[in-house]
């Protein structure tokens, strides 16, 4: 998965670091529960959590983890996700080798976002006015980052509207896909090796990470 590891990187810490720095936005402006707004208010809260804990600050990894895991990837649609990084081969899977992909694509993703977090530095984030219909079930959320010293750079949320509320399907950076920066990796590992061998890859990936030195 050298590839995948190699794109993913900078994507992941781009869109922490966005999902950490949209300036805050008053909420009677919108709808409360439009995806724009939503977005905004995730970032809202958690730049004031950072800010007011020095453990975090300090690169505590379980204050992180636990960070990610309660604030920001609840409003991620992991299952459509892993199905999308996956490809055909989805469908050749058992029910218990998809509920075990959904799983372990997600424990990739907290550690990576953790990794990428525990980077956070201060930019700006451009948020672009919603172009959506009230009976969409689909949007674009797109923003813009703006830092000093570098160009700015697109930063796009790919949502959509379920029982539970919006979810992000995808992210996009400078229209790169974060989902297709795993899909040749995962694509080779299930043809050599079938979807076991693509679980054991990523067991043994997150199992990796489990072991590092904690903060």
């Known amino acids: 998965m050298a590839l995948g590891a190699r794109m ?11 999902l950490l720095m949209a ?13 724009d707004v939503l977005v905004k208010g995730i ?10 804990d020095k453990d975090i600050q300090a690169g505590d990894t379980r204050k992180i983890v636990a960070l990610v895991e309660t604030k920001i990837l609840p409003h991620f649609n992991f299952t459509r996700m892993t199905q999308s990084a996956v ?3 989805w469908r050749r899977a058992t029910p218990d080798q998809q509920k075990q992909l959904t799983q372990e694509f997600r424990t990739l993703l907290v ?8 980077l956070y530095r201060e930019q700006v984030i451009d948020f672009k006015p919603l172009r959506a219909r009230a009976e ?18 697109t930063l796009d949320y ?17 229209g790169v896909s974060l989902i297709a920066a795993y899909q ?14 693509l679980l054991k890859v990523l067991v043994n990936k997150n199992r990796q990470s489990d072991s590092r030195p904690k903060g």
């Not at 993913?8 to 869109?15: D, G, H, K, M, Q």
């Not at 969409?136 to 750079?153: F, M, P």
């Not at 790919?158 to 400078?174: H, I």
């Open 23 to 35: 300036a805050p936005v008053a909420r009677g402006e919108v709808a409360p529960d439009a995806p």
């Open 43 to 52: 970032t809202t809260e958690v730049v004031a959590i950072i800010k007011a």
């Open 136 to 153: 969409d079930t689909e949007v674009t959320v797109r923003s813009e980052i703006k830092q000093r010293g570098a160009q700015a750079l």
């Open 8 to 18: 993913l990187a900078p994507v992941v810490t781009t869109i922490v670091t966005a």
């Open 184 to 197: 040749g990796d995962f694509a080779n590992q299930v043809r050599d090796a079938g979807i076991d061998g």
């Open 87 to 89: 490809g055909a081969a």
């Open 111 to 118: 550690r990576t976002y953790s990794n990428a977090l525990a």
């Open 158 to 174: 790919d949502m959509e509207k379920t029982s539970a509320g919006w979810k992000v399907f995808d992210v996009k950076v400078g």
